[in-house]
């Protein structure tokens, strides 16, 4: 079963492009583009995805593609059972 991570395509568009792409290359995420996530106005502000359902914040894309691989690597385990 693959870790859904979602990104809301109004959040730091441009520069989560190449986030993005990284991530759709493994197989074990699958990225979606979702334009509601309920974290209103958090879009404008900072670079976030929610994984499964976690919300990851950090204050740069960069950031953010590291704070995601991590929280994956922590819980894959947790997504296959």
Known sequence: MA???KFCPCNFE?????????????SDLEVIE???LLYCGQCLIEPFALVDGRNIVT???V???TA?????AE???????
């Open 3 to 5: 870790i859904k991570v």
């Open 14 to 26: 441009d520069e989560l492009e190449g986030i993005k792409e990284k991530l759709r290359q493994r």
């Open 34 to 36: 979702d334009r509601c």
């Open 59 to 61: 204050d740069d894309p």
């Open 63 to 65: 950031k953010l593609l």
């Open 68 to 72: 995601i691989e991590q929280y994956v």
């Open 75 to 81: 819980h894959k385990n947790e997504a296959v059972r």
